[in-house]
């Protein structure tokens, strides 16, 4: 049995802790708000925070993996992430002491998904496609709402940046971007009952006018990223004394040396 760490967004949190639930690994998971996603830079403070606390000991949510005169007091063979590439969230992070273990993929999608091959296809055959999933529902979806939603988002923005001009560009950057969907993707899985959310994303389609498209999901990434079935076209392994950066080919991230990659990290 092994011990490992996992950092997750909130969004996944019915899904990994069914997969943490029926593995035969210790799986010590930290759960993540999902908000940080808007400021890809806090949500990459906060992950490094969290690994930077697991290692010296002084994060309250994990058992103590702390390392004191070169033993460890509890095993700790690998962090694990249950984010991707997230807006480049996940760049720059690293680790001292223990292997960090990151999803060769975007966004949470790719993960419920299955595969990145997965994700690549239906995004190539169904164009303006916006995907919701139980995670979605059990953070805001079922209840959303348009106008209110916008009217929080301006108000986050003031609040963040305090420029009207500022805010006035990025609230009409967030509504042009509902302007290309056509489609509402509900991905399943078979683990759980669908009739709730089907239900909720018909209304939703159905309110914008966009076409309703049901995607069978599949729980093998996930499974494989607690299971430590880490095979590299799926997974980056990143050992201490590395950090991750954006590849920007089919791979999605990398690793390199902390000592040779100040110029990469110089350009997010």
């Known amino acids: 049995m092994h011990?490992?760490?996992l950092l997750a967004c909130k969004l996944l949190n019915r899904e990994l802790s069914l997969c943490a639930a029926e593995s035969e690994n210790y799986i010590d998971i930290t759960w993540m708000r999902q908000e940080l996603h808007s400021t890809p830079d806090a949500l990459?403070?906060?992950?490094?925070?969290e690994i930077d606390s697991i290692e010296s000991g002084d994060d309250l949510h994990s058992?103590?993996?702390?390392?004191n005169r070169g033993v460890r007091h509890k095993k700790l063979d690998a962090i694990l992430f249950g984010y991707g590439l997230c807006s480049n969230a996940v760049a720059g992070l690293r680790s001292s002491s223990v292997p960090l273990v990151i999803p060769r993929c975007h966004d949470c999608t790719t993960l419920?998904?299955?595969s990145k091959e997965r994700y690549r296809e239906y995004f190539d055959a169904v164009k303006g496609t916006s995907f919701i999933s139980r995670g979605w529902a059990?953070?805001?979806?079922?209840n959303d709402d348009r106008e209110r939603d916008f009217e929080?988002?301006?108000a986050r923005y003031m609040e963040e940046y305090d420029d009207e001009d500022a805010v006035d560009f990025l609230m009409e950057m967030a509504e042009n971007s509902m302007v290309h969907?056509?489609?509402?993707t509900c991905i399943f899985w078979n683990e759980f009952p669908r009739e709730r959310l089907e239900e909720m994303g018909r209304r939703r389609a159905e309110e914008n006018g966009w076409e309703f498209k049901a995607y069978e999901g599949s729980s093998s990434l996930l499974r494989d990223l607690l299971e430590g079935r880490w095979d590299e076209e799926k997974f980056l392994v990143v050992q201490p004394g590395q950090t991750v950066v954006p590849s920007y080919d089919r791979m999605i991230i990398k690793a390199e040396s902390l000592w040779g990659?100040?110029?990469s990290l110089s350009l997010l």
């Open 112 to 114: 419920l998904m299955g």
């Open 181 to 184: 969907y056509s489609c509402l």
């Open 44 to 49: 990459r403070a906060a992950l490094q925070s």
């Open 152 to 154: 929080a988002l301006r």
């Open 3 to 5: 011990h490992y760490k």
């Open 63 to 67: 058992a103590d993996y702390r390392v």
């Open 261 to 263: 990659c100040k110029k």
């Open 138 to 142: 059990d953070h805001g979806f079922e």
